[in-house]
């Protein structure tokens, strides 16, 4: 799910757990788990700048669309280097 903030407080608690609840017990991609679980909540959700989960190519190694100059949190993407290598 790339890079999160949860906020320390009774409502995310509820929330982590579900998530890890229903990923526990499904074959449905943790992003897409967490995803239905927060479409109908209430609580506010705020997205990050890009900077926070940058990653430096696409899946076919050309430079992204959108540029980040200064990332804090960059994802490398290893899967990208090893698909069809590792089984």
Known sequence: S???????????????????????????????VLGNIIRDLTVPICILPIGYCWIRSLPDGREPYVKC???????????????????
């Open 2 to 32: 790339g890079t999160l903030f949860i906020r320390n407080c009774p409502e995310s608690k509820q929330i982590v757990d579900e998530w890890v609840k229903q990923c526990g017990s499904s074959l449905i991609w943790e992003q897409k």
């Open 69 to 87: 100059d200064n990332p804090v949190i960059v994802h490398n993407q290893v899967s990208r280097q090893l698909r069809g290598k590792i089984k």
